[in-house]
């Protein structure tokens, strides 16, 4: 059953990541970047890095990509327009990933891969990360607060300024 939902999540990554470098239409692709993301952020959960899968959905589901949509979504008046990319540079690309390809298949198939004696189910990170960042790392985590609250008052301080006009 495992193999099967890890099939389904690297399906869900591959597939709308080659939508969104061969689609036309910027909409659909970011559209399908979602998609990707989504399928990371499983693949990242059934390795047992519960916290990343999460920090993928979070911010870049969240975050990234809706300030994407909405500014694409926004930012057109009438038609979208599409994506275009000559023939030239298809092929350049074409050619370049594929020796990309290659050179990563011989080097994998060239690899000892370590091989565990059994499978053991991962363990989650969440707990460890927050035993961590509360514990040991308290004082470093209190002062990126501190420095990400002053930068967050700086950015208004000067939105208001501007507008304004001063």
């Not at 990707?36 to 990242?44: H, K, M, N, P, R």
């Amino acid at each position: 059953m495992k193999e099967i939902v890890l099939n389904v999540f690297i399906l869900l990554t591959v597939i709308p990541c080659l939508w969104v470098a061969l689609s036309s239409n910027i909409v659909h692709a970011a559209f399908s970047l979602l998609v990707t993301f989504f399928g990371v952020a499983g693949l990242y959960v059934l390795l047992g890095a519960d916290f990343i899968g999460v920090i993928q959905v979070i911010v870049y589901i969240g975050g990234i990509l809706v300030l994407i949509i909405f500014g694409v979504m926004m930012t057109q008046r009438g038609k979208l327009l599409s994506l275009s990319v000559q023939l030239p540079g298809k092929l350049f690309a074409g050619l370049l990933c594929g020796i990309i390809l290659t050179a990563l298949i011989m080097a994998a198939s060239r690899s000892l891969w370590p091989v565990a004696v059994s499978l053991v189910n991962p363990e989650p990170t969440s707990a460890a990360i927050g035993d961590l960042l509360l514990g040991k790392y308290l004082a470093a985590f209190e002062v990126v607060s501190v420095l990400l609250l002053v930068a967050l008052v700086g950015a208004v301080l000067i939105v208001r300024r501007s507008v304004r006009g001063e």
